[in-house]
């Protein structure tokens, strides 16, 4: 009962996150249009159409908190204990549909830096492919599919800690 508990809470925590997110972003752009050029990272994308195949960012600026949140987001969205309880117990609960759907709306908000750009839309697709799974209640397909993401997650998140300036995330 305590994680399922924990899933749902989790997962209430990042549709709430994700809510907060875009909703900042509109206003934080609207009030301030020259704060995210401040800080202006060399390397900027703008939006291609893969990215508007994925919703892509209304901003060209990466912004590092929006980075760090996402970073925050997919560390502790629990990829790794849904792969596992897939693969153990051959079940698909329906909070891991809500934790990937939830963990995409954001990904897709975040503007990346050119050098990741690639890596997070292939990572995208990937939680795509489990959420299909998921919804197809294909055990099989799941497996494979949780277990893809769990892997791109971690290369993901080190990808981040990269490019945010320190190479200090645990696994």
């Known amino acids: 009962m305590s994680t399922l508990f924990s899933r749902l809470f989790r997962s ?3 549709l709430t996150i ?3 997110l875009t909703a900042c972003a509109g206003a934080s752009a609207a009030q301030n249009p020259t704060a995210a050029s ?28 929006d980075l760090s949140v996402s970073q925050y987001i ?18 698909l609960d329906p ?10 709306k954001v990904l897709v908000q975040t503007t990346w830096p050119a050098d990741l750009h690639d890596q997070a839309q292939a990572f995208i697709a990937d939680l795509d492919s489990l959420a299909a799974a998921l919804t197809a209640k294909d055990v099989v397909a799941a497996t494979a ?22 190479a200090m995330h645990m696994h």
């Open 145 to 166: 599919a949780s277990d893809k993401v769990h892997e791109a997650q971690h290369e993901l998140s080190h990808a981040l800690d990269i490019e945010l300036g320190g």
């Open 18 to 20: 994700s809510f907060a």
């Open 74 to 91: 997919l560390d502790t969205a629990g990829f790794h204990e849904i792969a596992t309880a897939i693969s153990d117990t051959q079940k």
């Open 95 to 104: 909070a891991y549909l809500t934790t990937v759907t939830g963990v995409r």
């Open 38 to 65: 401040t800080a202006a990272p060399s390397a900027i994308v703008a939006p291609t159409a893969a990215t508007a195949d994925v919703g892509g960012a209304q901003d060209h600026t990466v912004n590092p908190f």
């Open 12 to 14: 209430l925590i990042v």
